[in-house]
């Protein structure tokens, strides 16, 4: 079935870029029927939707980090990554990548990646 | 943006009891909530998507209900594998959580 994986540094110091990659296996990120999304969850807290890629490229963000965030899609790798810039404290959270089902107004996430911790420390 | 104001903020409730946890969207949003289920140190799991179709896997425990700006997730007869943190989700506009229900067994 297809699974998700998130990859990238557990540790990031203040100011400086988190990069991070999903890797799908289990399926193609070229299918038609779904968008790629990452959401993030501060330690103890709750989730927070960053942003969507679909396989061409198109790109919706979050309002609050759109300034930082970069969401890009490598078909050939299967592969979709996320780049979120001046990072500080506030950004340490565990970041999870999914499938997004997405038709009209409906959309879920399902399934998601384990999930990967980042603090932002010097 | 369209917020979900989830409650309760957490509940406590005994083997067997039937569990009801209400999302309230800011504004009217037809069917487009989802329902996660995330146990701890995991990732969240869906459980419901279009405000009540139940996922394939998932136990009949659980059921969705609700449309416009008022949606529940009712859990009929809790047990102790459903310790977790719930949370609601709207796809109305650009992706919004609920703050979480937190679920403990009495």
């Known amino acids: 079935q297809l699974q998700l994986q998130e990859s990238g540094p557990g540790l990031v110091k203040p100011s400086e870029t988190l990069s991070l990659t999903c890797t799908v296996s289990g399926g193609s990120i070229s299918s038609t029927s779904y968008y790629w999304g990452w959401i993030r969850q501060p330690p103890g807290k709750g989730l927070e939707w960053i942003g969507t890629i679909y396989f061409s490229g198109s790109t919706y963000y979050n309002p609050s980090l759109k300034s930082r965030v970069t969401i890009s899609v490598d078909t050939s790798k299967n592969q979709f990554s996320l780049k979120l810039s001046s990072m500080t404290a506030a950004d340490t959270a565990v970041y999870y990548c999914?499938?997004?089902?997405?038709?009209?107004?409906?959309?879920?996430?399902?399934?998601w990646g384990q999930g990967t911790l980042v603090t932002v420390s010097s | 943006d369209i917020q979900m104001t989830q409650s309760p903020s957490s509940l406590s409730a005994s083997v067997g009891d039937r569990v009801t946890i209400t999302c309230r969207a800011s504004?009217?949003?037809?069917?487009?909530v989802n329902w996660y289920q995330q146990k701890p140190g995991k990732a969240p799991k869906l459980l419901i998507s279009a405000a009540s179709s139940l996922q394939s896997g998932v136990s009949s425990r659980f059921s969705g209900g609700g449309y416009g700006t008022d949606f529940t997730l009712t859990i009929s007869s809790l047990q102790p594998e459903d310790l977790a943190t719930y949370y609601c989700q709207q796809s109305y506009s650009t992706p919004v959580f609920g703050g979480g229900t937190k679920v403990k067994i009495k």
């Open positions: 999914a499938r997004l089902p997405w038709n009209d107004n409906l959309a879920w996430f399902d399934p």
């Open positions: 504004q009217s949003i037809s069917s487009a």
